[in-house]
């Protein structure tokens, strides 16, 4: 079975950073994606990782352990704007596996 | 806009009914996922085809049904339909090579009344 935690909300202030955690545990594994989504709108895709350690994407940093089964995702200088939903999800062994969702943490980002 | 698309946006029938919503992948996409989202929750997925076969069920009912087509493009039957099955439902598509991941449509946002 699979299981993923994120803290159900967060707050934050704008131009600050913050980390939002997730914890999984599946029985294979083939990579963790963490997904913006703005209420009522798609999720978009943010990042990838596979390997341990830190993925940079400008103001969004993602990090991996796969012997801890733990992941964050790291916001810097915060913006009004990325107030929102952020999910973490994990896929399966293969390439072709589904991709689960953890429930999201809903960050407000406060002036 | 991810180049998955769904219909319709918005629907509203009444309990008992039954409805089919309609996704097309993004070109080149074998992979095809749905999602249910009911308010404040998390993404539940219900099923994913690959290349027009079934690769994998979660929680879906047994009134509820889906398909892919020669032409890729997937369906979602949802039958007997109750006021809990108010939710917005969502498709993804990825390619199945490398850093897949998976990119969703708009979504349909189905009331149950």
Redesign the interface.
């Known amino acids: 079975g699979q299981n993923i935690d994120q803290p159900t909300e967060m707050t934050a202030t704008e131009g600050a950073i913050v980390q939002i955690n997730c914890t999984y545990q599946t029985s294979g594994f083939n990579?963790l994606?963490w997904y913006q989504q703005h209420a009522?709108?798609?999720?978009?895709?943010l990042s990838?990782n596979?390997l341990d350690g830190l993925e940079e994407k400008g103001r969004f940093s993602s990090f991996l352990s796969r012997s801890k089964g733990y992941s964050y995702l790291l916001l810097k200088e915060l913006q009004m704007k990325d107030s929102a939903s952020y999910?973490c999800?994990v896929r399966g062994r293969y390439?072709?596996?589904?991709?689960?969702?953890?429930?999201?943490t809903r960050l407000q980002v406060f002036p | 806009d991810s180049g998955v698309t769904q219909t319709p946006k918005h629907l509203i029938t009444a309990t008992g009914q039954r409805v089919t919503l309609r996704c097309s992948p993004r070109s080149g996409d074998l992979s095809v996922y749905w999602y249910q989202q009911s308010l404040d929750q998390g993404l539940q997925f219900l099923i994913q085809y690959y290349n027009g076969e079934e690769r994998a069920k979660g929680n879906i009912l047994e009134r509820f049904s889906a398909q892919q087509f020669p032409d890729l493009h997937s369906e979602l039957n949802l039958s007997s339909l109750e006021l809990g099955d108010s939710a917005l439902y969502f498709c993804a598509s990825s390619v199945v090579q490398g850093n897949t991941e998976a990119f969703f449509g708009q979504g349909t946002r189905l009331t149950v009344v």
């Open positions: 990579g994606f009522g709108e798609a999720p978009t895709f990838y596979v999910l999800a390439n072709t596996d589904k991709l689960i969702f953890g429930t999201g």
